[in-house]
C-alpha cells in the first residue's frame, strides 16, 4: 500500500485507528474455545464488527508464536481473511525484528513476501545492513522502533552523548538516509504526548504508529494535538480496550463500540485539521 492510498483511507472513512490483535487464548469468551480454531474465530468476529471503524490491522506476532503451529496457522489465516475481504485494511506485523543482514533477508521474506503483510516493525539497534533488507519490497513499509511507551525506555532511549543528543534522536536521524517517509514510519508510544512536538520537527511527513492508547493510558487528544501532521501522519493503534472490551457472547458488539467511539473522536480531530 503506498502512501497515498493510506491517506486516502484515512480521509475516506474518517479514522486513522489501527486495531491490534493481540489474541490471547487465555482471555477469549469461553463459548468461542469450542471452535476448531478459537483464535481464529475470535479474531474474525472482530474483523467483521470493526472493519468499517479502522484503517489498519496489527497482529502481534508473539501472541502467535507462543501457540506453536497453531497459533501461525491462526496468523496466516487471520492475514489471509483481511486480505481477501477487507483490502483496503493496512496489515501490520508486530514482529520486532532486525538482525544482521542475511537473517534480516530471510524475515523480510516471511513476513512482507510469504506472508505479504504491508509493513513490519523492526528494531534498528543493530544499525544499517539490519534494516535496509526490509526496504527491498515495493508497497512495503518498515516501522523503526523509536520512542517506546515501556518503562524501560528510559534505559537506553533516553542516553545523552557528549552533545545532549538522545538516543532516540539518532535513530529518528539516522535512519532517514535508509528509507523515505514513502517507505519507513516510526514507533512512537502515546504515553511519550510530551515529545511528539519535538519529533515533529526531526520527522515532519513520516507516518507515526502510535500503540498505548487506551488500557496503557495514553492520550488520544494530546498525541493528535501535538502528532497530526497535513495529511494526519498518525497510526493510533489501541488492543486490549477494544477486543477485550467484553468477554460474553457479544463481545464483537461491544468491541465495535468501542471502535466507533474512537473513530468519532478522531473524526472530529482530522476536521479541526482540515484534513476531511
Known sequence: MTKQ??????????????IGLDTDLKKIPEHLKREDDPVFAFNKA???????????YKPNIAFYEYNGLKGLTSLYKTVDYIKKNYPDQFIIADAKRGDIGNTSEMYANAFLKEMDVDAITVAPYMGE???????KYDGKWVILLALTSNKGAQDFQFQEDENGEWLFEKVLKISQKWGTDENMMYVVGATQEKMFGYIRKIVPEHFLLVPGIGAQGGSLEEVCKYGLNDCCGLIINSSRAIIYA???????????????????EMKNYLSQKGII
Open 46 to 56: 472482530i474483523i467483521d464488527a470493526t472493519a468499517d471503524y479502522c484503517i489498519a
Open 5 to 18: 492510498e493510506l491517506i486516502e483511507n484515512i480521509k475516506r472513512k474518517k479514522s486513522f485507528l489501527c
Open 129 to 135: 545492513d539490519s534494516v535496509t533488507p526490509f526496504l
Open 246 to 264: 467484553d468477554r460474553s457472547e457479544q463481545f464483537a458488539v461491544r468491541a465495535a463500540e468501542e471502535a466507533a467511539l474512537i473513530r468519532d
